[in-house]
């Protein structure tokens, strides 16, 4: 498992601002706070995300009774585009990074043309839609892209297609096979490798813990070789920092102000003292991964005089007289010969004569 030397924390409000812009600037807020890289918001026009056919998912009924449509839901949860330039200005000023998620094309091109982003966050559910992939990559941006719901020949085929919308000019027909030799190109691999980091991901708000698998962030990591986090939606915080213990590149998590606020993902989000929480112990695990290296640490140094042993006279000992199992014991402290040298003694002649529980110098192994 590659070494990951800080694990970047994207704080997800995503459409927790309820379409409130002071809300949105408050949970910018937060986010800084509580000590994340950066905050994450989402960026659709409703009209070209969902049909009016389109159902809610049950984490969004229970949130709302309503009866509306899930069109109806999203409409009130758009994030303006007007307001996107005032809120990376926020978050340069509060010193914390700005992400969003496009859901469509336009809103993409918004995010990269317009806005500037050089990092785009496509979610799971956009991980089979082919031309929001090929778009995305086409855009010149790094890919954050989570793999909820998806099994590992769908996370290679979005692979296949970022890598042809990295590395093939704008004239070359997009097609099945064409993104397969892309992705098995080495100007592909490449591409892929200094652009996109996989996020494994259960698409379950909240998620149940025995669904999670940490494990398959090793199998994506292994599978693809490329830098992998997680997109986390359990309840708590030991999820995400487990995460990070196993290497996680980036991890993200939903937060908002208050869970008792209207709206889908309020309910399944953290508070910002949660967040806060987090955060920290993911950047204590930081900490304690180390390097690998095992040895004394500099902060038990002073200890080992303390909790190891040395060679000690059992007895009163003369001088010539031989060592035995009776008057050679082990006992504290560590400031004198190791017993491993024990047999080293047994047999050989003191070269002085030593006080009972007299600390036993090297020189009379013989």
Request: glycine content about 10%; some cysteine.
């Amino acid at each position: 498992m590659a070494a990951v030397d800080h694990t970047y924390v994207i704080a997800e409000a995503g459409v927790n601002h309820n379409g409130d812009r002071d809300l949105a600037y408050r949970l910018i807020d937060a986010a800084k706070v509580a000590g994340a890289d950066a905050v994450k918001f989402q960026t659709f026009r409703a009209e070209s995300l969902a049909t009016q056919a389109a159902a809610r998912a049950a984490y969004q009924r229970s949130a709302s009774d309503d009866g509306g449509s899930q069109l109806a839901m999203l409409k009130q949860l758009e994030l303006p585009y007007e307001w996107h330039g005032e809120l990376v200005d926020h978050c340069s000023q509060r010193g914390i990074g700005f992400l969003s998620t496009p859901f469509d094309r336009e809103s993409l091109r918004f995010l990269a043309g317009v806005i500037g982003l050089d990092t785009i966050k496509l979610p799971s559910g956009e991980i089979t839609n082919g031309p929001l992939l090929l778009a995305a990559a086409r855009t010149g941006c790094r890919v954050i892209l989570s793999t909820g719901m998806s099994t590992l020949g769908e996370v290679e085929e979005a692979l296949g297609v970022l890598a042809f919308g990295y590395t093939m000019p704008g004239g070359e027909r997009p097609a099945a096979l064409a993104f397969r030799r892309a992705y098995i190109s080495s100007p592909g691999q490449i591409a892929l490798r200094e652009k996109v980091t996989l996020l494994h991901c259960t698409t379950e708000y909240p998620a149940p813990a025995v669904d999670v698998n940490l494990r398959a962030m090793d199998t994506l990591r292994t599978a693809f070789g490329l830098s992998v986090g997680l997109s986390d939606h359990t309840q708590g915080v030991a999820v995400a920092i487990a995460a990070a213990a196993r290497g996680a590149a980036i991890v993200e998590k939903h937060f908002t102000l208050d869970r008792q606020l209207p709206g889908p993902d309020h309910k399944a989000s953290l508070e910002p003292g949660e967040l806060g929480e987090m955060i920290e112990g993911i950047r204590t695990v930081e900490r304690a991964l180390g390097d690998g290296v095992k040895g004394p640490r500099p902060s038990e140094l002073s200890n080992m005089a303390v909790a190891r042993k040395s060679l000690v006279a059992g007895e009163d000992v003369a001088a010539g007289e031989a060592w035995t199992e009776t008057n050679l014991v082990v006992m504290r402290p560590g400031t004198g010969c190791s017993p491993m040298r024990y047999w080293d003694f047994l047999g050989a002649r003191s070269e002085r004569a030593y006080h009972r529980h007299e600390v036993v110098t090297d020189s009379d192994a013989g």
